[in-house]
């Protein structure tokens, strides 16, 4: 075993848009001597895989802390892509166009979601036929009616991987890649470091953001005790040469999200095969499919792209964040499973209230809750 020199107050493990988010904070908050390790690449897995939807009433059960603590996330994203375009001079593409939710069959469930969601505060309208064809001429005729989502919005979540990435090279955040850590160094009931197959890394606290991957980490000889799944969603990219849509437009078969660079976004799949990153025809097939039935014009469209990204999802479906019981310097910020991009902010925050201003986790994400009877110190 190689004993390297460094060592680190704050060493987070995983460099996706949580790892490298919670990196940032730290660092603006007055954190110093952080370091970042990735097993691959920086920013190359569920965070670049994703389609960059900010979609809180969309995602989540309305109502639910989970629902308040996505509207939260939602609202930092116009002042983060101000700091990171000023920090960085890297452009995220924050797009605020809005997002329609729209029924091709003529059932009653818009209308249901509609009904609930007005009565829970939501900002939606529910749209004819006749005002999304105005707003979206390329959509199919064929459209029943919509949801439209004023502030549901959109970001370019490959350009925030970039600035994310480029802030911590600017400030000093060390990054190591092709690192993959196997295991966390227990001394005194206190994580002291983590450790690869040849070498161990000192830290003062140490932050789990390793995403589908997570529960093959191993803590004090046993299998991390957070069982976290890889779900695995493939998508496809069209380039029409002229732009067909200006909002991101879902369907109960799929979505599509329009980037910038002229760019139409399908997605996605919902498989559960491990860690398997295989793009399969059938799913393609499938995809485009779902476009050119929402747009018609996509048919006999070029598919430039296509490429599957592995989310990581906890037994509820629900993210991990907070300290892991009996080691205060062990903090877990995992398991954001569909909503990893539209989180990073928020989650970031939290992780730094905690271990920069010592303030508590106030939600009930707190990965005690798969732990059962087991504390730490029979794990
Ligand atoms: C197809 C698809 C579409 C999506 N669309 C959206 C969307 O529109 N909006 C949205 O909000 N979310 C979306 N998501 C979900 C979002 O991508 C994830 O929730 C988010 O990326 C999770 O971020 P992360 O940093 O935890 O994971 P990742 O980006 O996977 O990062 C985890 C990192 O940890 C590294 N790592 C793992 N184990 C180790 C180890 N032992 N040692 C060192 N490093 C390690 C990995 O290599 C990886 O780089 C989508 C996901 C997919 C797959």
Redesign the pocket.
Known sequence: MNYTVNSFDFLI???????LSIARELHKRGGRNIGV????H?????????????SPDIEADLGSEFHRFCRRSLEMYPALAEELKGETGIEIELDRSGTFCLSFDDDDSLREIYARQIEDGVRVDLVSSSDISKAEPSISQSVCEGLFYQSNWQVENRKLLQALRTYCELNGIRIFES????SLMIESGKVSGVETADSRIGAENVVI?????TS??KIAGSTFPVDIKPVR???IAFKPEMRLIRSVVHSSQGYLVPKRDGRILV??TSEDVGFDKVVTTEAVERLYSTAVKMVPALDGAEIVDSW?????CTEDKLPVIGEFPGYKNLTVA?G????????APLTAVVIADNLIDNVSFRYAFAPSRFLGETTAASV
Not at 42 to 54: D, I, R, T
Not at 179 to 182: A, L, T, W
Not at 209 to 213: D, E, K, L, Q, S
Not at 308 to 312: A, E, I
Request: charged share 15%.
């Open positions: 493990v995983g460099g996706g848009v949580i790892g390790l990735e097993r691959g920086v920013g190359k897995e569920a965070s670049w895989a994703a389609a960059g939807m900010l690192m993959p850590i196997e953001a390793t995403g589908a991957w093959l980490i969603g493939q998508m997605g996605a599957s990204g592995l989310r990581p995992t954001h499973y569909r909503n990893g991009i539209l989180l």
